[in-house]
């Protein structure tokens, strides 16, 4: 009898999943812990497509074994103008999230099967682990919501899924309220349900920590998606998995990536700009122009780029053009955006990844090599203007999330990899008060914020070479549980300096409030 691939390939997935160990649970279980909800970004939720005939499913994002062939038979969509949402193109085929573990399995290892390079599919598995050793308990205190990425952040189909989430949490932990943490693009599905439906917001919810959260959008990303494709994985496993291109034709048709595009009226004080090298013909003569595109009029360089854009679907070659209905819907998500307000009753904290150089101006072609038909962009490396940011999200983007927040925190690392950061770890855990307190937790050095207004100058006093700064932070009250309507700063007061031989010390003396606080660390050097 002969067997096929896709049995094999099945027979392999149970195989894995049969031999795989149980998930411990947290060895000492905190029933006095407020529940818990983690929110992933784009990418971040287990998709199974499922057989409308039988009910039958299979994993379809993520997988490495058959991955492009399942992206394109089951993942590939249309857009639906009359109900806003995007459909797969096997019209036997619906895409569901699993609710396993009370939505955890979802969102947790995004390939469970996988035997090696497991890591690079890690989601919320570092942190879910962490939070078990915290006193957590899934299905008690620890939940988490899996959604459909493809669809608009705003889909009335996944805000009442959400609403139902919340409600059934509230219940399940005896009318306590929720602290909600998301990660990405998981900002703002959780940002436009706070809009549309503030009053359930309200009544849930206690605690909002958004992490590297786009809330103006990430265009030097989505430009270059656009234009050329992603990856969602790097290293040895991207041989393994989606190309870059096939990824592309799925996007094309996913109103969360227009939506992540930002809005075109943001007053951004580095604007991303799309840039292109083309060659002008006038009067018999060539000039090599560089050409600059901001936000607000750069769309017509990206219709223009994939009007002849097609998809190959069942042998046929379907037009795959830049869509002018979903940009509409994402121009209408970002209105609604920015009228969201935070609650009364709810704190807002708001963590960004800084540190790494994060693509924002996107540039295509060369005086050497300029552009001379935009249809080709696909094939021309993009060279990028970068600013600080997580890789993703530039750190503007995201600290411009437009609430009154309690605290505004970068952290150093990479925006998928900063969820698996102890440093992360330790505010989150101080924010919500669980557990043990932590030994090594100081906030005046674990924070690393960026400073609201920074001014640095460089002075010697004896010989000692001072980096001297004067800055207002964000900081967040003594209380947690206190509410306050202004926000405290902090102020450099004083730097004093002493050497002893061969070492120096130095003191910087802050105002916070009505308090001085006293910093630990400051960069000294000592002339040789």
Known sequence: MAIGFDDLVRALELWLKLNKKPKQTGANVNTDLDPVLLVPGIGGSILHAVNIDDDSYERVWVRFVAAEYKLKTKLWSRYDSSTGKTESMDPKTTIAVPEDRHGLYAIDILDPDLVIGSESVYYFHDMIVEMLK??????????????????????????????????????????????????????????????????????????????????????????????????????????????????????????????????????????????????????????????????????????????????????????????????????????????AKLPSGVKFYNIYGTNLATSHTVCYGSQDKPVTDLEQLRYFEAKYICVDGDGTVPVESAKADGLNAEARVGIPGEHRGILCEPHLFRIIKHWLRAGDPDPFYDPLNDYVILPTAFEMESHKEKGIEVASFKEEWDVISKDQDEQSNSHDKMEMRSISVKHDGTKAHATVTVREGKQHVKLKAVTVSVDA
């Open 134 to 339: 915290w006193g957590y308990q899934e299905g008690t205190t620890l939940f988490g919501f899996g959604y459909d990425f493809r669809q608009s952040n705003r889909l009335p189909e996944t805000m009442d899924k959400l609403a139902a989430k919340l409600a059934a949490m509230y219940n399940a932990a005896g009318g306590k309220k929720i602290n909600i943490i998301t990660h990405s693009m998981g900002g703002i599905l959780v940002k436009c349900f706070m809009a549309l439906h503030t009053d359930i917001f309200e009544k849930y919810v206690k605690n909002w920590i958004a992490v590297c959260a786009p809330f103006q959008g990430a265009p030097g990303c989505t430009n270059s998606t656009f234009l050329n494709g992603m990856s969602f994985v790097e290293g040895w496993e991207q041989r393994l998995y989606i190309s870059k291109w096939s990824m592309h034709q799925l996007l094309m048709e996913c109103p969360s990536i227009y939506e992540l595009m930002g809005p075109r009226n943001f007053n951004w004080q580095v604007i991303p700009r799309l840039e292109l090298f083309r060659k002008h013909d006038s009067d018999g003569n060539s000039r090599i122009i560089l050409e600059s595109y901001t936000p607000s009029d750069n769309v017509g360089v990206l219709k223009e780029a994939l009007a002849t854009n097609t998809i190959n679907c069942n042998g046929l070659d379907l037009p795959l053009p830049f869509n002018s209905d979903i940009l509409k819907w994402a121009n209408e998500t970002w209105e609604i955006l920015s009228s």
